[in-house]
């Protein structure tokens, strides 16, 4: 007699929630308190090598120092910037075959990378573009922060609603 | 050991329930900050003659951050930027136990180990929940605590240990913790304090248990011999290490003996040439989550035999004036975050050995014991002698 | 310094909300397949030491052999250890005060860690003997078993 037995492999599931909440530190926490109250990019300047860091923090991660809360290592960059680059992942629209989850009816806009006007080489911010796609995007245009109104800024970075391109 | 590692460098945050005006960072900066100033070292890539720290060793869990590649992105607030960086899993005795070996190795002769914790930011407990074997022990609802209760009350049973001698542990703790500057909760309670206090899970009371939620940092600054005597006229030097694991399943050993702590001394105290602790050692910074683990881990660490754990807390011998201080620092008990809790005893230990322990100094350390354990009930546990 | 600050300080919230699913394996689905289909609790022996572990897994930890040797114990048992827990968390079991136990199984070496339930809390003490209550609807889970309660209803 031939038994035939039959390997039955479970899969036991475990639901994982969690919260989290996180201050952003003295100097990130004041960016984003000037965004949402004056509409205003401040970013700080390393006293020795002379990078200008946006976000601000309290350590140049290139000199290893601490970067002092002084007024003179503050510094407020200008609302309008030079556009380095700009991109529109347009793919991978697939179901996610792990978690059944699908971008359905959610727009993705072109990214741009954005030196704001005052920044240096260390100074890079990368928002979202006021554009279809990036085929009126190009290296070098001069772009424009467009600012949430007021009541609704909450001191992140969705404060600056897009950014767009502008005539000089 | 044929090759001397030292500890050169300590920096600690003070340990509170809620930095909530820093960021990870911050914190962790904060005590990186210290032990730089302390020692006058920079990294290797930034100081002028090429002398300075080579690689950063980390512990942090990344559900506490709710990010994977933990420390990645503040890898320019611990000076990673340009240099090597691994996370360890585990606590930060086992960050102090991967430096030595490195540095052992002769692949790198500075590295500064690294442990920041928020606790603050998430729930500790519910990560806890998910270190336990998922299928046969996670879905039951364990954590640390609840695991731990049913360590005590097999302990307490099996050697007739009294809650009235635990309490004296955390009792001791909490008030050592008045002379440290960095604890995080001094109290002066008594033993009925302990007892009245509500029940969390039996036998385990609120004042048996450490603070709910800690946050923190510690970073350390370990070199080889022949940098260390470059950088400090005081090293404190590791003598031995040992670490070892035992069952994750609870019901696979006997909760009431800590076999793997055991191991994890032997082996240590046979590399520092120690057959004696309890008279070679002059002070001990043991991780005590909950106060019946410092008379149970007193015996692992063969402080006193199987069972007398009790004993040797009524006697007086661990008491800030008595034979082997436990815990001046007031320990984790005293509140410590997860995994910074070991680097923490080590920093408190060497801390010891320089002198530099201020009110909570023993007179005249020459030998000291830190010890940091991860996992329910103990599972792994990491011994580590140091000496000057 | 953060500390002397005293601008308000902005907190960003994030949620994670995910079901993850843990393969069993061979032997520990066995055991959790004859707790569902059998009400059988399923150890296995170690044929180096003669352990005799519960739940049933794949390698012995002290000899490092591997286990293939199925063998049923009884559904009773000894309390090794037990716990009233009283402070209630997202992911407990059961409303506090709830007990959790480890149960050494008749046939057994090793302890299996469960709840205790049907009995007064304050009743329960170290070796007591206890047997295991299953569920009516088993599902392939740890779960399948509900609870323990004392033989013989309360002592």
């Known amino acids: 007699m031939e038994e035939k037995t039959t390997q039955e492999y479970i899969r036991v599931p475990h639901r994982l929630t969690v919260h989290w909440k996180e201050p952003a530190g003295a100097f990130v926490n004041r960016f984003f308190l000037r965004m949402r109250d004056k509409a205003e990019l401040w970013a700080i300047k390393c006293p020795k090598c002379g990078a200008i860091l946006l976000p601000p923090e309290i350590v140049c991660g290139k000199c290893k120092i601490r970067i002092e809360d002084k007024e003179e290592n503050w510094l407020k960059l200008g609302n309008r910037g030079t556009l380095l680059l700009a991109y529109h992942v347009t793919g991978s629209r697939e179901i996610d075959p792990s978690t059944g989850w699908h971008p359905d009816g959610q727009v993705f806009g072109p990214l741009g990378f954005i030196r704001p006007d005052g920044g240096n080489e260390w100074t890079l911010l990368v928002h979202a573009m006021d554009a279809e796609d990036t085929k009126n995007l190009h290296p070098g245009m001069r772009v424009e922060a467009v600012w949430k109104p007021r009541k609704e800024r909450t001191g992140t970075m969705q404060d600056i609603k897009f950014w767009r391109t502008v005539e000089e | 050991m044929s090759l001397k590692v030292a500890i050169v460098g300590i920096g600690q945050t003070k340990y509170e329930a809620n930095k909530s005006d820093m960021w990870q960072g911050d914190v962790a900066y904060d005590a990186i900050e210290k032990a730089l100033q302390q020692t006058g070292l920079t990294y290797q890539d930034v100081a002028e003659d090429g002398f300075g720290i080579e690689k950063i060793l980390t512990t942090g869990e990344d559900h506490f951050i709710g990010r994977t590649c933990n420390f990645f992105w503040i890898h320019h607030y611990i000076g990673a930027f340009g240099l090597a960086q691994n996370n360890v899993s585990g606590d930060g005795t086992y960050a102090v136990y991967h430096a030595v070996l490195e540095i052992l190795s002769g692949h790198h002769d500075i590295i500064m180990v690294v442990s920041n914790t928020k606790e603050s930011e998430t729930s500790r407990g519910g990560i806890e929940n998910c270190i336990f074997d998922h299928i046969f022990l996670q879905p039951l609802g364990f954590d640390y605590l609840t695991a731990a209760s049913l360590q005590a009350q097999r302990y307490m049973y099996k050697y007739g240990i009294q809650p009235e001698q635990c309490a004296k542990a955390a009792v001791k703790s909490r008030r050592n913790a008045k002379r440290n500057p960095y604890a995080q909760e001094p109290l002066s309670i008594d033993i009925d304090d302990v007892l009245g206090s509500r029940m969390l899970a039996s036998p385990i009371r609120v004042l048996d248990s450490k603070p709910p939620v800690s946050d923190g940092a510690c970073a350390i600054i370990l070199a080889s011999e022949k940098a260390a005597k470059k950088i400090t006229d005081k090293p404190v030097w590791v003598r031995g290490i040992g670490n070892c694991y035992d069952a994750h399943y609870l019901g696979d050993r006997d909760l009431a003996d800590c076999d793997s702590l055991a191991l994890a001394a032997q082996r240590a105290y046979r590399m520092a040439g120690i057959s004696d602790p309890l008279k070679e050692i002059d002070v001990a910074e043991i991780s005590t989550e909950y106060s019946y683990q410092e008379l149970l881990w007193t015996e692992g660490l063969g402080f006193c035999g199987r069972g007398e754990g009790g004993h040797l807390i009524d006697s007086g011998a661990t008491q800030m004036k008595g034979e082997l201080p436990i815990n001046p620092s007031g320990g984790i008990l005293a509140g410590n975050p997860f995994q910074v809790a070991g680097t923490a005893r080590v920093a408190e230990a060497a801390l010891q050995l320089r002198g530099e322990a201020g009110r909570r100094q023993i007179k005249n350390a020459k030998t000291a014991l830190a010890h940091g354990f991860y996992g329910p009930c103990g599972q792994s546990q990491c011994v580590i002698i140091l000496g000057n | ?155």
């Open chain 3, 1 to 155: 310094m953060a500390r002397k600050s005293k601008e308000e300080i902005l907190i960003a919230e994030r949620h994670f909300d995910s079901i993850f699913n843990y393969d069993a394996g061979t032997i520990r689905s066995k055991f959790l397949t004859e707790l569902r289909d059998n009400q059988r609790i399923m150890g296995i022996r170690c044929p180096d030491c003669n352990r005799v572990y519960v739940p049933a897994r794949s390698t012995c930890h002290k000899c490092f052999a591997s286990l293939t040797d199925f063998v049923p114990v009884a559904n009773t048992g000894t309390l090794t250890t037990y716990s009233i827990v009283n402070s209630p968390q997202p992911y407990s079991p059961a409303e506090p005060p709830f007990i959790y136990g480890i149960i050494q199984l008749d046939g057994a070496d090793t302890g299996l860690v469960h709840l205790i339930s049907g009995v007064d809390p304050q009743k329960v003490t170290i070796g007591m003997r206890v047997r295991a209550v299953f569920n009516e609807k088993r599902i392939g889970s740890i779960f399948d078993i509900k609870h323990f309660k004392p033989i013989g209803g309360e002592r």
